[in-house]
């Protein structure tokens, strides 16, 4: 079963503009991650927040983390034309240690050089 | 480090046939794989865990005798869609981790086209 729902489901912006992705969740969790998926490939992790920090940063990447609101954010700034890709983010429940994760619906985003 | 090898990319059958989907990660020992099916322009969905050298475990509503799953070494898990039909067709993603801590990694998936 899918976790919740990311929004928006698709954006288009320039490049060198900011790009905000937000993602909602309905149950405790350990972890939450976000992952970019390429057309037609697989995932690749860009950065995991754990249930006890609110904010994260990595490199143009930076992540909040809300667990009262039960919702996170993914920030890129300064996009860029290669950041162009499907965004998803992943939670890792709290009553399941198996490492699995539950993935949300996905923004596509497009950066327009 | 942390590769994940997945094959065939693109793989073509008639229906009926069944047809085998490796995942090997290449540098390091895979505790835990997972296999996900995505169709067009939507989410990962999980499909089965698989753990070295136990049975799988399906989530609802996955036919465990469709979808076989095997996990014979800590680098190897294969999915084999058994006698598959047209609405088979999607493109099945593998992952695995290397422990309960570490992201997941990802095949870069396989295209199963049944005709």
Known sequence: SQQGEEDPQALSIQEGENATMNCSYKTSINNLQWYRQNSGRGLVHLILIRSNEREKHSGRLRVTLDTSKKSSSLLITASRAADTASYFCATGEVYNQGGKLIFGQGTELSVKP | ?115
């Open chain 2, 1 to 115: 480090g942390a590769v994940v090898s997945q094959h065939p990319s693109r793989v073509i059958c008639k229906s009926g046939t069944s047809v085998k989907i490796e995942c090997r990660s290449l540098d390091f020992q895979a505790t835990t794989m997972f296999w996900y099916r995505q169709f067009p322009k939507q989410s990962l969905m999980l499909m089965a865990t698989s753990n070295e050298g136990s049975k799988a475990t399906y989530e609802q509503g996955v036919e465990k005798d469709k979808f076989l799953i095997n996990h014979a070494s800590l680098t190897l898990s294969t999915l084999t869609v058994t006698s598959a039909h047209p609405e088979d067709s999607s493109f099945y993603i593998c992952s695995a981790m290397y422990g309960l801590r570490s992201p997941l990694h990802f095949g870069n998936g396989t295209r199963l086209t049944v005709t």
